[in-house]
């Protein structure tokens, strides 16, 4: 079972941090990746954390303002996001890969949370 949750509104440039229990899903084992869908848009990668060694990747939208983190004595998943800008407003996902390797695509990804959004706008 996996819950996203802390969205909320944010001034641009403000900062928020997004949870993703995954409840049954060793993060040593799985692959765990976060995606958006703005309105009016497809659902897009966000980036992705690896089981085991927990190497990250993310797209190049973020890159640099986001963080994924773990922990894995509770399962879960962190994305920081600073720096927020109004094209960063969506819902966001978390998903939890079919295997450990971390990768941007949806079909490798094979449970899906409840999304959080968040909104940018001042």
């Known amino acids: 079972q996996l819950q996203a949750s802390g969205g909320g509104l944010v001034q641009p440039g403000g900062s928020l941090r997004l949870s993703c229990a995954t409840s049954?899903?060793?993060?040593?084992?799985?692959?765990i990746g976060w995606f958006r869908q703005a309105p009016g848009k497809e659902r897009e990668p966000v980036g992705c954390?690896?089981?085991?060694?927990?190497?990250?990747n993310y797209a190049d939208s973020v890159k640099g303002r986001f963080s994924i983190s773990r922990d894995s004595t509770s399962d879960t998943v962190y994305l920081r996001m600073n720096s927020l800008k109004p094209e960063d407003t969506a819902v966001y996902y978390c998903?939890?890969?079919?295997?450990?390797?971390?990768?941007?695509?949806?079909?490798?990804?094979?449970?899906w949370g409840q999304g959080t959004l968040v909104t940018v706008s001042s």
């Open positions: 954390i690896s089981g085991g060694d927990g190497t990250t």
């Open positions: 998903a939890v890969g079919r295997g450990s390797i971390a990768t941007s695509e949806e079909a490798r990804y094979r449970y």
């Open positions: 049954g899903f060793a993060l040593d084992y799985y692959a």
